[in-house]
């Protein structure tokens, strides 16, 4: 089970983020098939590669590893917005996500 949580994940937010595993690979400084190795589960990267990873999705490790956010840098940029709500409008908007989520 945990074994493909990386591989998985790490496909799933590069596919979000719209670029091809050889075009990842290539910005990260690899070979055109470095990504695909990791997403095929022949390989993990090494922490330092990682970190790389990560700065490339632009998420940090914990965001990586959040299973139930399946879009870590746009919840970022929301929570960003919500902190500069007001009470009033906060309390509105929670309850606007409340009703979204009974559906």
Do not use: V, W
């Amino acid at each position: 089970m945990y074994e493909n949580f990386l591989p998985d994940r790490l496909a799933e937010l590069r596919m979000q983020k719209g670029i091809s595993a050889r075009d990842m690979s290539l910005s990260l400084g690899q070979a055109n098939n470095y990504i695909n190795t990791i997403e095929n589960k022949k390989s993990l990267p090494s922490m330092q590669s990682f970190f790389y990873i990560c700065e490339f999705l632009n998420i940090t490790p914990q965001e990586f590893f959040d299973e139930g956010n399946s879009n870590p840098q746009r919840l970022r940029e929301f929570i960003n917005e919500a902190k500069k709500l007001n009470d009033n409008s906060l309390s509105h908007l929670l309850g606007i996500m409340k009703e979204l989520n009974k559906n």
